[in-house]
Nanobody
């Protein structure tokens, strides 16, 4: 298995910023596309954004476009989620996910596409 560990969550005021990190370890010799998902209290897990293995393609859900940015560092086996202009509705547990792929530019936005998940990191945005 590949292990994913998220970090960087916390409590911030509305309008503030956070940068989440997801570090991968274990059997990471294969190529991985990465994704971020979140689950707010009482709601289903939802797609936030994704990045292809080569970093050349990114995708975001409409509610975070223009505010969140995904990036990755393959050499460090780490993916990031920069979150700016945070809103109370962004409050959720954020999960990192990995998908082994042979397609350098492929994106995945469905939860079932991913087999490797982190434990999540809490992001709370106060008004």
């Amino acid at each position: 298995q590949v292990q994913l560990v998220e970090s960087g969550g916390g409590l911030v005021q509305a309008g503030g910023s956070l940068r989440l990190s997801c570090a991968a370890s274990g059997r990471t010799r294969n190529s991985f596309a990465m994704g971020w998902f979140r689950q707010a209290p009482g709601l289903e897990r939802e797609f936030v954004g994704a990045i292809s293995w080569n970093g050349g393609s990114v995708s975001y859900t409409d509610s975070v476009k223009g505010r969140f940015t995904i990036s990755k560092d393959n050499a460090e086996n780490t993916v990031y989620l920069q979150m700016n202009s945070l809103k109370p509705e962004d409050t959720a547990v954020y999960y990192c996910a990995a998908k082994a792929t042979i397609y350098p530019g492929r994106l995945y936005s469905i939860s079932n596409d991913y087999n490797y998940w982190g434990q999540g990191t809490q992001v709370t945005v106060s008004s």
